[in-house]
């Protein structure tokens, strides 16, 4: 008995599978239950992963909003564009069947700096970077529905 009393003054030490076995001792005369402490972890644990999910969720509506503004602006470059290249063209005709030097073919000259001015703002380098983000919105939305639903 006496050395058992050294043990718990730390007198001396304990190798490890008399501290393992010195443990149990103590957590049986606890009577205390050691599946609550099981339960509380899974508890936390299952806390966390609910809020992650939720988060995830709301990433996920975030990302699909994001991607529905960005398709209806590409929708808008595209017409534009579109609109915009009916009007270089209309410009170009007007231009080869009109004499140089009068006031038509000086007005067609503002008019095609004016449409260059707007070929920049619904440019084909513009349409393709809203394309890849785009894309990249909707990878992200496929990867997120995949972790919330495993």
């Given amino acids: ?11 001396r030490n304990l190798n490890s599978s008399q501290l393992a076995t010195l443990s149990q001792i103590e957590l049986l005369l606890t009577d205390e239950p050691v599946i609550a402490a099981t339960a509380a972890i899974n508890l936390k644990a299952g806390q966390t992963n609910t809020a992650m999910l939720k988060k995830m969720e709301k990433r996920l509506e975030k990302a699909n909003f994001d991607c529905i503004k960005l398709k209806r602006k590409l929708d808008i470059l595209q017409s534009n564009y579109a609109q915009n290249q009916r009007l270089w063209h209309l410009i170009s005709i007007l231009k080869a069947k009109s004499q140089s030097g009068t006031q038509l073919m000086a007005y067609l000259d503002v008019l095609e700096i004016k449409c260059l001015e707007k070929s920049e703002a619904c ?4 349409q393709t970077t809203v394309t ?9 939305q496929e990867a997120l529905r995949k972790i919330i639903e495993s």
Wanted: aromatic share 12%; no cysteine; glycine share 4%.
């Fill in 1 to 11: 008995m006496k050395r058992f009393i050294q043990y718990e003054l730390g007198i």
């Fill in 123 to 126: 440019s084909l380098d513009q």
């Fill in 132 to 140: 890849l983000n785009i894309s990249l919105l909707e990878f992200e």
